[in-house]
DNA sequence: AATACATATGAACAAGTATTCATATGTAAA
DNA sequence: TTTACATATGAATACTTGTTCATATGTATT
């Protein structure tokens, strides 16, 4: 990682611009952890599992069928759904109804969309 | 990919749920493009670029020091967020400064930070 | 035209990850 | 306490992707 602003000239106007910026963004853990929570929504399943969920809590039967996938497949994808606090689940009988955490998660879609539909 | 229900018998009550759900929840081609924006939002060197461009307009030399990575990596990134139209960039001599597309990606990343503080 | 600076790009490698398959655990009914 | 259903999980594989290295393109200055 030696030389690695060989390219660039930094006796310039800029050098403020880029101590000012420094200060201002979050540090290394929240980008960390925010990276990794976007990284849930780049996921065409995962994605299409909270809208299902946005609709109605539903088990992973349903949600395998809606999806035309494995149950397997669905419960991986959800393990990380919880781990990341973007869903939750109450359980009734054999079955585990899955439902959105928060509203967060409506609002980021919802914003995405908007952004691919300009 | 076949016997993908073995494990769920759909002589239930959830079967109209799911028939509900599927034809709210947005189209494949749509929930791609999603997925695929929100991928964009998943990498923690894409999402300080996209942080230090929300506080001021930067040039791809300034970007690479401020993140402390190599110019070709940031330009690679640079490519693919403009690819995405989260970014913009103007050229003045030399330099090409680049700059947040428009205000969805703060509200994003505003989305996203609220989730993982609580 | 030649030089120097700023940015872009292609190929290759390393690291991460989504799905499958087989199987285990949990839960209720008989 | 068997049996059947519902969900979870570990290992393996195939696929994707971020960074590096080397080099190319673009742009101004001399």
Redesign the pocket.
């Known amino acids: 990682?030696e030389d690695q602003f060989e390219?660039?000239?930094y006796i310039?106007i800029h050098e403020e611009t880029v101590n000012t910026v420094k200060k201002s963004i979050p540090s290394e853990n929240k980008l960390y952890d925010l990276s990794d929570l976007f990284?849930i929504f780049?996921?065409?399943?995962r994605i299409k599992i909270l809208y299902a969920l946005s609709y109605a809590e539903m088990?992973?039967?349903d949600i395998a069928r809606l999806t035309e996938?494995?149950?397997?497949?669905i419960?991986?994808?959800?393990?990380?759904l919880k781990s990341s606090k973007l869903v939750k689940?109450r359980?009734e009988?054999?079955?585990?109804?899955y439902s959105l955490a928060d509203g967060h998660v409506e609002t980021i879609l919802k914003q995405g969309r908007e952004h691919i539909e300009e």
């Open positions: 990682m390219n660039c000239e310039h990284k780049g996921d065409k399943t088990c992973v039967c996938m494995t149950q397997s497949a419960s991986h994808q959800l393990k990380i689940y359980k009988g054999k079955s585990i109804f």
